[in-house]
């Protein structure tokens, strides 16, 4: 069997088969003629229909001249059946085969960056070699997590490889951070969140806020908002809401109301439930503890600065609550003001999710599961440090549960890729960051910027305004925001220690910002990616509203936070 290449006018390529004489069928469905008696008769479209299905045969293979007249001829036959005729051009050289390994630009920028500081930079006489030398390794894989050389978890490797194999640390000093217990309980909780997708029961709960709610664009959204801050403590990954409850839920109402991504309709209805989605979920994200996995990671870090924060999911909760829920309620009001839908409302949004959830039928046993582990893993967290439960041990409770009675199975597990990679460079910036600690660079880097502050006789309130500023502007080089945690938390956790400012404030004021600027751009966090991809919302839009909403939530947490945590004895 021979092969030849065929480039239609639109550019796809399409392949097919040239019999050999020998017993095969011919176009027509007969012992093949001689070429010239194909010229005398037109075959027709279903005999020619094999033109237009590609098979896995080679498209590079030279055709022979005995071959040229075959299609031409068919070409003829084909103009003459009104089927599209291939063209005539063919292809005789391969495409360059896709670029493999590191990407070089930014390799070479990732690389020179630690190279400067290490060899380049004069070191100060309060810092020691090995921890000299562990900076420029950690900003090299910091400038490698930003600029993404190779993926994240792979470049992180990278960088612990050669802290061992430069003996900057040892190789039980470098994977030290594995046996993290926060570090396995944010794996855990993408298990979780697979749960609630696998068996349905965020959408069912999203879906009675739509029926209940739903009846104008303003009362969908909110309903879509208030669904998420419920399930928000349950299902701690935003990226797994985004994607597996909310957009589906999105996109189904928007296209019953005619509004199509891509598309000038995309204004009537789907871009205002996207954009209100986006901007909401960073407010539902730091209402709880358990709501995203930066979160967790926040407070281990401020525990290795000597920050402990007593009963933390119930402190996490008591202090963001007020300053989250005005902003959960203020959100999609601005936005319905500022970037209004054509469509105001949604009668037919009700009955929709009501024959959904007729379709769905009643909550099914992995459901019910579902709930009743969530239940007891949430009760666990609020009350464990009474009852001696670690938050960790919890998780790990919630997940046998699960596969016990197999709601999850240990393969559901193995291709949750997300949490294997994330165990991977979470545990190599949480250890890297934490012998950064213990090596003193921290507390230098710390102690410079305080003394700075000082001169310039900024008080601590003052001091404390402009590092969160500073911490929150600076995401707009991130594309992550564990990635931001790992890289900048600790050192403006000390600096403002070192200013002066009381450390739990500044422990949760910074975790609670890690949330708020993950819908700063398209590219800022997992949920960003999500929402952008489906085609709902204008680049600029992005960009202009996600700046706004910014301005909008740091006034509502500076305004309402600033009397609610006075009020609390946090300063």
């Not at 730091?286 to 600065?305: G, H, R, V, Y």
């Not at 949750?416 to 090596?439: H, I, P, R, Y």
Request: glycine share 6%; proline share 6%.
């Amino acid at each position: 069997m021979e092969s030849a290449a065929i480039y239609s006018t639109s550019t796809t390529i399409t392949s097919f088969a040239l019999p050999r004489l020998r017993s095969r069928p011919s176009i027509s469905s007969t012992r093949l003629r001689p070429l010239n008696s194909l010229s005398t008769t037109t075959p027709t479209p279903a005999a020619l229909s094999f033109l237009h299905r590609p098979t896995n045969l080679s498209l590079f293979n030279p055709i022979p001249k005995t071959h040229k007249k075959l299609i031409a001829t068919i070409s003829a036959s084909a103009a003459a059946a009104d089927i599209p005729a291939p063209s005539e051009s063919i292809t005789t050289s391969p495409p360059p085969p896709p670029l493999q390994g590191a990407k070089l630009v930014p390799l070479i920028i990732s690389l020179a960056i630690g190279i400067a500081v290490r060899f380049f930079v004069p070191k100060p006489v309060e810092v020691t070699p090995q921890a000299w030398q562990l900076l420029s390794i950690f900003l090299s894989t910091i400038a490698g997590l930003v600029l993404s050389p190779l993926p994240v978890g792979a470049w992180a490797f990278l960088g612990l490889t050669t802290a061992v194999l430069t003996k900057t640390l040892t190789f039980a000093a470098a994977f030290s951070a594995f046996t993290n217990e926060v570090i396995w309980l944010i794996v855990i909780s993408f298990f979780f969140a697979r749960g609630f997708v696998k068996t349905g029961l965020g959408d069912r709960i999203a879906t009675y806020f739509v029926k209940w709610l739903g009846k104008s664009t303003l009362g969908l959204s909110y309903g879509l908002t208030l669904s998420e801050a419920l399930i928000a403590p349950a299902m701690p990954s935003t990226t797994a809401r985004a994607g597996g409850v909310f957009l589906p839920i999105i996109k189904s109402l928007s296209l019953s109301a005619g509004s199509k991504p891509n598309d000038p309709s995309k204004k009537k209805l789907g871009s205002f439930l996207i954009q209100s989605q986006f901007q909401s979920a960073g407010n539902s994200s730091a209402l709880f503890l358990t709501a995203a996995a930066q979160n967790l990671l926040c407070l281990k870090l401020a525990e290795e600065l000597g920050v402990v924060i007593a009963n933390p999911w119930v402190s996490w909760f008591k202090a963001a609550s007020l300053p989250a829920f005005v902003s959960l309620l203020a959100t999609p009001f601005i936005l319905y003001k500022l970037y209004p839908p054509e469509t105001k409302d949604t009668p037919e949004a009700p009955a929709m999710a009501a024959k959904k959830l007729e379709l769905m039928g009643p909550v099914t046993k992995n459901e019910w599961v579902m709930i009743g582990t969530m239940l007891l893993a949430v009760s666990l967290w609020v009350f464990g440090d009474a009852l001696g439960i670690a938050s960790v041990v919890a998780a790990m409770l919630g997940l046998s549960i699960l596969l016990l009675l197999g709601v999850l199975d240990w393969d559901d597990c193995l291709s949750e890729k997300s949490a294997w990679d994330t165990l991977a460079w979470f545990a190599v910036l949480v250890g890297m960051a934490g012998q950064l600690t213990s090596l003193g660079i921290v507390s230098w880097m710390s102690n410079g910027v305080a003394k700075l502050l000082q001169s310039l006789s900024l008080s601590w309130p003052a001091a404390f305004a402009l590092l969160q500023a500073a911490y929150f502007s600076i995401h707009y080089l991130f594309a992550s925001q564990t990635g931001h945690v790992g890289a900048l938390y600790s050192a403006f956790l000390a600096m403002n220690i070192a200013s002066g400012v009381p450390g739990v404030l500044a422990a949760l004021a910074l975790a609670y910002n890690t949330n708020l600027f993950g819908a700063l751009t398209h590219y800022s966090s997992g949920q960003a990616a999500v929402y952008f991809g489906a085609g709902y919302v204008d680049l600029p839009d992005v960009f202009k509203y996600g700046f706004i909403m910014a301005i909008v939530n740091a006034v509502i947490w500076v305004v309402v936070g600033s009397f609610w945590w006075k009020f609390l004895g946090l300063y």
